[in-house]
C-alpha cells in the first residue's frame, strides 16, 4: 500500500485524553461528532479511518455507534459544541479541533474542517477556534483560558516539528543468520522484526521511528493497522515489502530514523533474495550501510563474496562493519582482538583504508533495552540476560575498549555500564552520535 509518511510515524497518547473522565453518552456523542466532521470536511482514506478506530476504541470500546442520520448528526454536534445551558461545553469544540488536527495532520485539510466545524458557532466563537488553530502551527503560549487543550496541542506541535527534521536512513545487510534482525530490535528496543533460525526477511522492511512513546506500533498491512501487536508483526507476510512505525529507544538520537531490513544475501531456498538486496544497495537513498558480520563465520566464501560486491558497489565511507554474535566467544579458545584484525585486514585488501568496525553482542544488547524499559521478558531471556551480564562484567569481554567514542562515567548505571560493554554504545555513538 501508499504511504503517507507524516500520518504513519506520528505519534498520539489518547490514553489521557479528557473525554475519557466524561460520561458513556458523551463519549459517544463526541466521537459521533468526530467522526461526522472527518466524514464531512476530509476524504473516506485508509489514515483517517485507522484513526478514528483508535479513538472509538479508546472512547466507546466495543458498544455499537448509532446510525444517525445528516440531522441527528449535526443536533449531537450542536448539543456539544455550542449548548446555551452547558456553558462548560465549550471545551469539547477545541479539543474537536484539536483531535481533528492529529488526525489529518495536514494544514490545508484541517483548514478545511474548521471551517465545518465554524457553522455551528456564532462570530466570537469562530475566531476563538481560528486562533487555536494558530496556537497548533506556531509555538506561542497557549492562554491560561485554554490551557485545557494544552496536551493535546503539544502532542501536535512535537509531531509537527519531528516531522520537519530531516530523515536518516540506514540499510542493514548480511548473510543469514548473522544476527541482523537481532541487531535491529537491539537498536529499536522492541522485538519488530523476527529473529530465528530460518530465514526471517523475505523482502524489504522500512521501520520508521515515531517522535515520542505512545506504546503503539503501526503496521502498513492491508487493512493499515495503528494498533498492531507483536503477533500482527510476526504473521506479517514476509514475501511482500512492508512498514513499520514505532518509537526507537535510542540513546544518542531523536531525530527521525529509517532502518531498511533486507534478506539475507546467501538463501539457499530463495535466490531472489540477493537480487532484491543488491538492487536496494544500489538504488536506494541512504546515509549509511549497516554490514552485520558473523563472528563465528568469517572468512567463508560466501562472506567474502558479499563484502567484495559492496567493495565494488557502495561508497566506502558509507559502510559501518558489525562483528556480531561476540556473546558466544570463549575466552580461552577465542580472541576478541584476533577477529577484529582478521577482519580488517580483509577489509584492507578489499579497499578499505581505515574501515569501522562495532564488536557487539547484539542479542544481550536487545535484553538490556527490554530490562531497561521494563518490557516483560521470559523465563529463557531472563536467563540469558543474568548469563550475559556475568559474562560482560569481566574485563576480558568487555567490548568498549575497542571504540576510542566512548568515555568513562562513574556515575552511570549499571544498564548504561552494560550498553558499553556489550559494544551497542558504541554502535550508536558512531552511527547516531552527535545528533540532536
Not at 4 to 9: S, V
Not at 42 to 62: F, H, I
Not at 218 to 233: K, V
Amino acid at each position: 500500500m501508499e504511504i503517507n509518511y507524516q500520518n504513519f510515524i506520528e505519534a498520539l497518547i489518547l490514553d489521557t485524553h479528557p473525554m475519557r473522565r466524561t460520561k458513556s453518552k458523551l463519549k459517544m456523542h463526541y466521537y459521533i461528532g468526530l467522526e461526522h466532521l472527518l466524514r464531512k470536511c476530509e476524504e473516506n482514506n485508509e489514515y483517517t479511518s485507522a484513526r478514528l478506530k483508535q479513538y472509538r476504541n479508546v472512547l466507546v470500546g466495543n458498544t455499537d455507534v448509532p446510525k444517525l442520520t445528516e440531522k441527528e448528526c449535526k443536533d449531537v454536534i450542536y448539543s456539544l459544541v455550542n449548548s446555551r445551558i452547558r456553558p462548560w461545553r465549550k471545551k469539547y469544540r477545541y479539543w474537536l479541533l484539536c483531535d481533528i488536527a492529529l488526525i489529518i495532520f495536514d494544514e490545508a485539510k484541517i483548514k478545511r474542517t474548521v471551517t465545518c466545524l465554524k457553522e455551528y458557532l456564532n462570530k466570537r466563537q469562530a475566531l476563538e477556534i481560528e486562533n487555536l488553530q494558530t496556537f497548533l502551527f506556531n509555538n506561542v503560549e497557549i492562554p491560561k483560558t485554554i490551557m485545557f487543550t494544552k496536551d493535546l496541542v503539544e502532542q501536535f506541535r512535537t509531531n509537527r516539528d519531528f516531522a520537519a527534521k530531516p530523515e536518516k536512513r540506514y540499510i542493514v545487510t548480511a548473510n543469514v543468520s548473522a544476527g541482523k534482525s537481532t541487531l535491529i530490535n537491539a537498536i529499536i528496543g522492541k522485538p519488530l522484526t523476527r529473529t530465528s533460525q530460518e530465514i526471517c526477511t523475505g523482502n524489504l522492511c522500512y521501520i520508521y521511528n515515531k517522535p515520542f512513546e505512545d506504546d503503539v506500533v503501526h503496521l502498513a498491512a492491508s487493512p493499515l493497522n495503528f494498533n498492531a501487536s507483536y503477533n500482527d508483526l510476526a504473521n506479517t507476510e514476509r514475501s511482500v515489502v512492508s512498514s513499520i512505525a514505532s518509537h526507537f529507544r535510542m540513546t544518542h538520537s531523536t531525530n527521525r530514523v529509517c532502518i531498511i531490513d533486507t534478506p539475507g544475501v546467501n538463501s539457499a531456498i530463495n535466490r531472489n533474495h540477493k537480487k532484491i538486496t543488491r538492487k536496494v544497495l544500489k538504488e536506494e537513498i541512504y546515509n549509511k550501510l549497516i554490514y552485520v558480520l558473523n563472528a563465528n563465520k568469517l572468512g567463508t566464501d560466501e562472506e567474502k563474496e558479499h563484502l567484495q560486491w559492496v567493495a565494488e558497489n557502495v561508497t566506502k565511507e558509507k559502510v559501518v562493519f558489525v562483528l556480531n554474535k561476540l556473546d558466544d566467544f570463549k575466552n580461552i579458545d577465542d580472541s576478541v582482538e584476533e577477529s577484529i584484525n582478521g577482519v580488517k585486514s580483509d577489509l584492507n585488501a578489499m579497499g578499505y583504508e581505515n574501515p569501522i568496525i562495532c564488536p557487539i553482542s547484539s542479542y544481550f544488547a536487545f535484553l538490556i533495552k527490554l530490562k531497561e524499559n521494563g518490557e516483560q521478558m521470559s523465563e529463557d531471556e531472563i536467563d540469558a540476560y543474568n548469563l550475559y551480564f556475568k559474562k560482560f562484567s569481566k574485563d576480558e569481554y568487555d567490548l568498549s575498549i575497542y571504540s576510542s567514542t566512548i568515555d568513562s562515567n562513574t556515575n552511570e548505571t549499571e544498564q548504561v555500564k552494560m550498553e558499553k560493554r556489550c559494544g551497542l554504545y558504541g554502535l550508536e555513538q558512531v552511527l547516531f552520535g552527535g545528533e540532536s
